[in-house]
């Protein structure tokens, strides 16, 4: 079955937030600080609204009306303070974008500036223990001793891992247009992966009961989940059509994007592992050190992958955050998992070379018989499968373990190994399914951001129903659709899914229509942890003269329960392991001591892989039953991808040349050191 | 972006008899359109000149000539490039992505703008775009720019490490090549790498260019004796500017000694650098690694690394060495 929606796209129908026509429309251009902390002295705006063309400038000189539990990022325009270099402090809306951008120039702002501190590092004095990491794990965990286990190793790891901050860049920017109505109701064409959670934050922002509000988004060009909290686009939006009395549209440009979109924290992480002379843990101890912006405390779940991982006697795990003067981290691509795992698998390699024992096999013997962290018995579990299935698929069997032996003309070969995990969780949504014209239409307000929800949604709605997939239509991507939680934390499908199965059972019985809600099914989901696991397996090439690192072999083998759409399965495992390759060799977000600002905020200077990087590349999953999941027996696969590539990629690299990198990217510079 | 008025020329004279201050000529855009939407660039008036007829790659003597609106692949892609200059042809297309190769013009290429981050971004000083500001790239992020013949040295409202972001120019430095310029004052030439020029302390200058000048054609001299080749590394595979790039050409004699070299550098100097220390070390001792490691530690015993791209040093001694190497017959 092909992507339901594909013709539209590839022939450009599709239409994505900002293109929707409306009459009369105008346009918004956020006005940014250029002061990392301070406070805006005077404002004056009218030069700018002399400039032809300028409609209304919003700003903290007038703040406009918004609702009292607006988060700190969204409430814009009600205070002088700035909290970071690129923070919303104005808008211009004008008849064209041109100008609105025009008019900046003639826009007077006059800045008090004071210090600013953007830099992460492991001895902050302001450094402390969140009261949870997001979204509401406990910040520490302790068992066993600790102390103990490390002294009584006979192999040991004690290193410090860095990753860097790190952005989303879907392509299709944050972007929205707001329409209200003559009755005060609005409509947000907006560009997000949860209508029903934007829906209901953009009413809390601006003070309005919920029902007032749709959000219409049924296509979206990734997000990644920059797109999974409300971004201030929206809000400027809303604002400035309020303030205009006309429809507005307003898009982030693309360095725009970096400053008021999130990004993955920076983190320094350290691991120390113990093991016993049978390359069996004795304890394991990862502390994480991360930041988040003085206006919202977002704490990164980054130690929690080690809380799953391995067997150990004793374990420890802490997060320790340091309010800067930087802008609010989020959601990128597994957040927690992604930055952890670089880090445990990283040093999991280490151990197995410390122990003489080949790293796969290192893994096989810390396999825990339950959660490491809550002894819950895992509702499945098959990482000892994909290390095996990934070792025969790769040829890892005849692997010599020795560094920096291998050599084809100037390249030195090495190979690499690394295990993935992600949650599998799901969380409560409805839907309604209802007989239409000899077929069926489902209804849920999911969001499909370029994963291809809509086509796994009917296909899951069409076993469901005992009936051929072109028989059903499903509606997505709209507030006034039933409630559906986001698409994050890889539970979309299983969330969505869920209502979808169940909506659909009800409409068999009553024969004309079904409506589900899945709160009680979801909440009763306790007894079993659920995790899905996974292998990937690395040949890197490594000039020893240049740095040059080249990636001509990438292999995942996964266990992530029933496959529901094989194309879109290896779509998104390949998408993650790609992300995770450009996470391994470029990615890095430089943060600019002098201004305090992200300096290479565009995609020429922000480097993510690009087709030539990508080489052999494959996604394969050994077969899993799980009866404790969802209806579909399905666990989530957007995130798990890219977990473990960039520890896979170091940890080849390390088999290539002998030279351990610990702090990504693996760049040329650090290979030349 | 700032409104302008735009031209399309007729021909070279119509294009110069156009030029006043605040004018810039178009060629392919790929720069000069990315400049003007972030501010960098902001010219009054666009006077084009993709369109003068200077579109050709043609025989000139013993070299070819090639006109300034050559487009990028088209130049890559000839099969008279291919087989005198391959050098030139695997410079060209190392840089940026196909897409941008069919729109930049020859012309273009040799006058493209750093890519130093403070330089793109107009909330930040910079000496090149703004004279007398300052470089916050000397005690901030600098790990892509220069390690020779920068002014970090001078006073901080000269100091500049930008580097030339050109491939085909160091090709085209290697080469001797001739670039063919038409300006208010009437023609004339000058011999590659001469056009670009050090910082100085005047970092805004990257050319020799007077106003109103115009690059009309480039011309090759005959192929060079020898191999020849094109290095570029960097960390991604393609679409990224070079960390360090080498153009390189070796002639050995049937004795074992160097007939003659050729080598120039990208992504170390706010010029493409034509390695002339090391050409004349090599020139007449034996084609052996130690005597190409004495030539690149002879060329690089001017590097001034600033503190977070020293491995540029190494980078570019390694590169030389092994390029080298790797041209011997």
Redesign the interface.
């Known amino acids: 079955m092909n992507r339901i929606e594909g013709r539209d796209k590839v022939t450009g129908r599709a239409r994505y937030a900002y293109e929707y026509p409306a009459d009369d429309v105008a346009y918004a251009y956020p006005v940014q600080s ?1 002061v990392a902390r301070g406070t805006i002295t005077s404002f004056d705006a009218l030069g700018a609204l002399a400039m032809p063309g300028v409609i209304a400038v919003l700003s903290s000189a007038e703040p406009p009306e918004l609702g009292p539990d607006a988060s700190p990022e969204l409430a814009l325009f009600q205070g002088r303070e700035v909290a970071y270099h690129g923070q919303i402090v104005a808008a211009i809306v004008a008849e064209t974008l ?1 100008a609105a ?2 008019a900046e120039k003639e826009l007077r702002i006059s800045y008090q500036a004071e210090p600013h501190d953007v830099r992460l590092r492991p001895d902050h004095p302001g450094l402390y223990a969140p009261d949870h990491v997001n979204p509401n794990f406990p910040t520490d965990t302790e068992q066993g001793d600790v102390t103990a286990g490390l002294a009584a190793a006979a192999f040991s790891v004690d290193a410090t891992y860095t990753t860097p901050a790190m952005h989303n860049n879907p392509m299709e920017p944050h972007a929205a247009m707001a329409v209200w109505d003559s009755a005060g109701a609005l409509t947000i064409y907006d560009s997000t992966q949860g209508p029903s959670a934007d829906r209901d934050t953009i009413a809390q922002a601006l003070g309005l009961p919920p029902e007032r509000v749709r959000v219409v988004s049924p296509h979206v060009g990734g997000g990644f989940g920059s797109k999974g909290t409300t971004r201030p686009h929206a809000i400027v939006a809303a604002l400035a059509a309020r303030a205009a009395g006309r429809p507005v549209k307003v898009a982030l440009t693309r360095q725009q994007m970096f400053d008021v979109t999130g990004y993955r924290t920076p983190t320094i992480q350290r691991l120390r592992l113990g093991a016993d002379g049978d390359g069996r843990l004795t304890a394991l101890v990862h502390d994480v050190v991360e930041q988040s912006s003085t206006l919202v405390e977002f704490a990164e779940q980054t130690a929690t992958p080690s809380r799953v991982m391995y067997a150990a006697p004793a374990l420890r795990t802490t997060h320790r955050l340091v309010r800067l003067d930087v802008p609010t981290p989020s959601w990128m691509r597994a957040p927690g998992e992604c930055p952890g795992m670089f880090a445990l698998e990283s040093a999991i390699d280490e151990l197995a070379i410390a122990a003489g024992l080949d790293p796969v096999e290192l893994r096989i013997r810390n396999e825990p018989g339950t959660e490491p962290e809550s002894g819950l018995p895992f509702s499945s579990r098959n990482l000892v499968g994909c290390l095996h299935e990934g070792a025969r698929r790769f040829g890892w069997e005849h692997r010599d373990p020795r560094p920096g032996i291998r050599r084809e003309g ?1 390249w030195l070969i090495g190979t690499g190994v690394a295990a993935s995990t992600y949650p599998a969780r799901r969380r409560p949504s409805q839907a309604t399914a209802t007989v239409h014209n000899g077929g069926f239409v489902v209804r849920i307000a999911a969001a499909d951001i370029g994963t291809g929800a809509r086509t796994a949604l009917t296909r899951i709605a069409a076993q469901a129903l005992d009936t051929s997939a072109d028989r059903v239509r499903v509606e997505l991507g709209d507030s006034a659709l039933p409630a559906a939680s986001l698409a994050g934390g890889s539970m979309g499908t299983s969330s969505w899914g869920s209502a979808v199965v169940k909506a659909c059972e009800a409409m068999r019985k009553d024969g004309q229509t079904g409506h589900a809600d899945t709160t009680e099914d979801v909440n009763a989901d306790g007894g079993f942890a659920r995790h899905a696991f996974g292998a990937q397996f690395v040949e890197v090439r490594v000039d020893p ?6 990636v001509p072999r990438l292999l995942g083998v996964f266990a992530v329960g029933r496959v529901i759409d094989e194309t879109l399965a290896r779509s998104q495992l390949i998408g993650g392991m790609t992300m995770g390759l450009g996470m391994a ?2 990615e890095e977000t ?1 943060m ?4 305090g ?1 992200f ?3 565009d995609l ?2 922000y ?1 993510i ?5 990508v080489q052999d590349i494959d996604a394969a999953w050994i077969s899993e039953e799980d009866a404790h999941l969802n209806p579909m027996g399905a666990k989530g696969i957007g995130e798990i991808g890219i977990v473990g590539t960039a520890a896979a990629v170091a940890n080849a690299v390390y088999h290539a040349t002998g030279r351990r990198v610990r702090d990504l ?1 693996i ?3 650090k290979l ?2 | ?3 302008f008025e735009y031209a399309r020329a007729r021909d070279t004279g119509d294009a110069v008899a156009r030029f006043r201050a605040g004018t810039m000529y178009l060629g392919g855009g790929t720069n000069l359109v990315d400049l003007m939407r972030l501010g960098v660039a902001e010219p009054d008036y666009l006077v084009d000149v993709s369109r003068l007829g200077a579109d050709q790659i043609e025989p000139s003597g013993d070299g070819l000539l090639i006109g300034a609106a050559v487009r990028n692949s088209d130049l890559a892609a000839h099969p008279l490039v291919r087989e005198g200059y391959p050098m030139l042809a695997r410079a060209v297309l190392a840089g940026a992505s196909g897409q941008v190769r069919n729109m930049a013009t020859v012309g273009g290429n040799l006058l493209q703008r750093t ?1 130093c ?2 330089f ?2 107009v ?2 000083p910079c000496n090149k775009r703004q004279p007398g500001s300052g470089c ?1 790239a000397i ?3 600098h ?1 892509s720019l220069a390690i020779l013949g920068h002014s970090a040295g001078l006073n901080e409202a000269a100091q500049c490490v930008a580097t030339h972001p050109s491939d085909m120019a160091v090709a085209l430095a290697a080469l001797d090549a001739l670039v063919h310029i038409t300006g208010p004052d009437g023609s004339r030439v000058v011999v590659m790498p001469g056009l670009h020029r050090l910082p100085g302390d005047e970092p805004d200058r990257d050319t020799v260019l007077r106003p109103g000048d115009l690059i009309t054609a480039v011309e090759l001299p005959p192929p060079l004796p020898g191999r020849s080749t094109y290095r570029k ?8 500017f070079a ?1 360090v790039s080498l153009a390189a050409a070796l002639d050995v004699n049937g004795d074992g000694t160097v007939r003659g070299c050729r080598l120039a550098l990208g992504g170390v100097a706010h010029v493409p650098w034509r390695a002339a220390r090391a050409e004349r070390t090599l020139t007449g001792a034996p084609a052996t690694a130690e005597e190409f490691t004495r030539a690149a530690d002879a060329e690089l015993a001017e590097a001034e690394p600033l503190p ?2 020293g ?1 540029k040093v ?2 570019a001694r ?2 030389i ?2 390029t080298l190497q790797e041209l011997l017959p």
């Open positions: 250029p041109e951008r025009a100037r003269l240049t740095g040059e690192v080249r060799l470029m430089v600019d001591e002098g201004s600002s300096l290479n905020h020429a200077q480097h892989a690009a087709c030539a990087d990217p760049t040329p510079a030349l050191d | 972006m700032r409104p890519r981050s403070y793109q971004d909330s930040k916050p005690s901030g992020d790990h590394v960097r960390e991604r595979a393609s679409f990224a960390l977070r791209n491995y190494t980078l390694n590169l060495v092994a």
